[in-house]
């Protein structure tokens, strides 16, 4: 508890300019993230260049405790985001020239990295380009993983290469996330359909029909919100079919889904909205 004041009294002063977050010398580091971009074929090598940037750069006054101001979070660096978006400039022409070491580099940067490396480490896995080598990765970087931060990036880079690669495998792995007894990967499954879902794929349409009666009985809250976004993207992209598709619900299915359907309402049509709207009692 003590720590979570402490975090709470200085982000207030830093508010109310009493603090100040440090400078940063940007000549130095864009050096910096050169040089790290250079270091990408040594795993090891690379993955301790990025920590001594993320601690040379961390105000230590604001860095997070596990579970200080989210559920389930990381602990974190608390860098300043610009030496991200420098940090990832830098990589992506070698990342993308490079992908197998770039998938080599982000695994090292993952075990044991806070907030930021696991992030930057989802950023670089994502050039992999859809490899086996990245769903056995993701699998594994996927237990006991809860921060949503980090699921949601994870969902971002990742499935988009993970679809284009096999899109059948891809959409018996959303089944068995969206069906599994851990909450944060049923949620997971749904991220990352909805991250699929936007490359607009006649594939990802289909998976997100075929899919979504599984969250008809879902009962946890995060999940069911994921899943709303998977039907408001298909009301954005495929209207009408989305219509007919809710038209062919019985009113049996439309109360046991009753927690999906009210958390997706407010992102659809008044057409739509109607149709799902929850039947009055008998």
Same mark, same amino acid.
């Given at each position: 508890? /003590? +720590? %979570? +004041?402490?975090? #709470?009294?200085?982000e207030g002063l830093l508010r109310q300019g009493v603090l100040t977050v440090p400078s940063i010398d940007l000549a130095l580091l864009r050096s910096q993230s050169m040089e790290l971009a250079g270091q990408l074929d040594d795993p090891a090598l690379f993955r301790a260049s990025l920590r001594r940037m993320m601690e040379s750069h961390a105000h230590r006054l604001l860095r997070r405790g596990r579970s200080m101001d989210r559920r389930c979070a990381l602990q974190a660096w608390d860098v300043p985001g610009l030496l991200i978006r420098e940090v990832e400039a830098a990589l992506r022409p &070698? &990342? /993308?020239s490079r992908p197998a070491s770039a998938l080599a580099a982000a695994d090292a940067v993952w075990v044991d990295g806070k907030l930021e490396e696991k992030l930057l480490a989802a950023y670089l896995a994502g050039f992999s380009r859809g490899s086996p080598e990245l769903r056995a990765l993701l699998l594994r970087w996927l237990e006991g993983m809860e921060d949503p931060t980090v699921l949601h990036a994870l969902s971002t880079r990742l499935s988009p290469p993970l679809a284009a690669e096999n899109p059948t495998l891809f959409r018996s792995q959303l089944r068995a996330w969206m069906? #599994? &007894?851990?909450? &944060? %990967?049923r949620r997971f499954g749904w991220m990352a359909l909805s991250a699929w879902q936007q490359e607009k794929s006649s594939e990802a349409i289909f998976a997100s029909f075929e899919l979504l009666p599984i969250i008809f009985p879902e009962t946890d809250p995060e999940t069911v919100r994921s899943a709303a976004k998977v039907l408001a993207l298909l009301a954005q992209t495929v209207p009408q079919e989305t219509r007919a598709w809710l038209e062919d619900l019985s009113p049996k299915i439309l109360r046991q889904g009753r927690p999906f359907f009210r958390a997706a309402l407010p992102s659809l049509s008044p057409e739509l909205s109607a149709v799902i709207r929850p039947p009055r009692p008998e």
């Open positions: 508890m /003590h +720590r %979570l +004041r402490q975090g #709470s009294r200085e &070698a &990342a /993308h069906e #599994s &007894a851990v909450p &944060a %990967l």
